[in-house]
């Protein structure tokens, strides 16, 4: 016998709509803790106990503030540059505080003509700056920049190109003068050559460094790798060796996958891919002032913040959202290579990534 005759009308009614209600909540893809606006490549400092971020607006840039990571995305946004100029596509601004001032690192152009650009001032979401074009060494297409300071120097580090055609993204470092301004020559620290970063291509890309400095006072420079484009955009690392020269490309040791992805086949052994979101990359270590020598230690997890899709839903650059997560350092975790000068194998401390 149906149940719908041993019910009331009215009865059946609310039953079904409970089943209903069941039904989709069990269908319906798990969410992120932490989610929050639509948007793409998060940067965030802390000034004190107030978070900061910034972000494109397509044809400018706007910083929010707020009590907190997750705060962000409900806080004001205020615009603190405007492309008056009509320099084209605004992308991946990031923010850093360097001897009391505010610098907005971010690229501009369109196609093959992206180059950098840096805008400053003492108030975070205010007065800054026209837009100063960064003279980079050789002039290529350059994305994803921003400084930082080891070893009692100032770098800069960015994606870009060998040439003047889209054959892949690299990454590259370069000595500064100023917050503003780069000295000497590039030199690369990171090619796409690995399987796991070979997946979607055309271009093959490595972008959205991240330098951080772990508990044994090793650089590293965290990146994205695989096409943004598609689900298996990862986030993975570049290790500097104890001792080593951040110029020299054999001193870096790449870890071998991905750290933090959403397909198992890319992920490093020991590491394993996310349960509520597609695609995460291009994030943002949240440090005090924006500044490695504050990199937490070892132990605690700490702030982090990081675009992704979420799982169930289209995978789109439209579809991208902020997220809040938390990242911890991970010991005596060896990276190994093969057929380059140097040692073949180096142990230290890694990441892992949390949602």
């Known amino acids: 016998m149906k149940l719908s005759r041993l019910l009331s009308g009215a009865a059946a009614a609310a039953l079904s709509g409970i089943l209903v209600a069941v039904l989709s ?50 806080a004001p946004a205020r615009t603190v540059w405007t492309d008056s100029r009509r320099l084209g596509e605004v992308w991946a601004p990031e923010i850093v505080r360097d001897g009391g ?45 921003t400084s930082f300071r ?32 780069t000295t000497g020559p590039r030199y690369v620290i990171s090619q796409p050559r690995e399987s796991w970063e070979r997946v979607v291509g055309n271009p093959f890309i490595n972008e959205g460094p991240e330098p951080i400095r772990d508990p044994d006072g090793r650089l590293h420079i965290a990146y994205s790798a695989n096409g943004s484009w598609s689900d298996q955009y990862c986030i993975a690392d570049l290790r500097l060796r104890a001792g080593g020269d951040p110029t020299y490309v054999w001193d870096w040791y790449k870890s071998n996958g991905c750290l933090f992805g959403s397909h198992r086949s890319t992920m490093m052994a020991g590491w394993d891919p996310t349960l509520y979101v597609n695609g995460p990359g291009h994030h943002s270590f949240v440090l005090l002032d924006g500044d490695i020598t504050t990199s937490p230690p070892a132990g605690p997890r700490f702030p982090l913040m990081y675009h992704a899709v979420p799982k169930g839903t289209p995978y789109t650059w439209a579809n991208r959202h902020w997220y809040s997560g938390t990242f911890t350092w991970w010991g005596n975790t060896t990276y190994s290579r093969a057929d380059v000068p140097g040692p073949n194998t180096d142990t230290g401390f890694s990441l892992k990534y949390f949602e």
Do not use: C
Not at 40 to 55: C, L
Not at 111 to 130: K, L
């Open 25 to 74: 909540l069990v269908s319906a893809p798990p969410a992120a803790a932490g989610q929050g606006q639509r948007a793409a490549d998060p940067s965030v400092i802390r000034v004190g106990t107030t978070y900061v971020s910034v972000q494109s607006t397509g044809g400018g840039l706007a910083v929010r503030r707020a009590s907190s990571p997750d705060g962000l995305s409900a």
């Open 150 to 181: 080891f070893d009692n120097q100032r770098w800069f580090v960015w994606s870009g190109w060998a040439g003047d055609t889209n054959v892949e993204q690299n990454l590259y470092i370069a000595r500064m003068s100023s917050p503003t301004a």
């Open 101 to 145: 001032r505010y610098y907005i690192y971010f690229a501009a152009g369109v196609g093959a003509a992206h180059r950098m650009y840096v805008i400053n001032s003492a108030s975070a979401d205010s007065g800054y700056s026209a837009e100063q074009r960064m003279v980079l060494p050789d002039d290529k297409w350059a994305i994803d920049g």
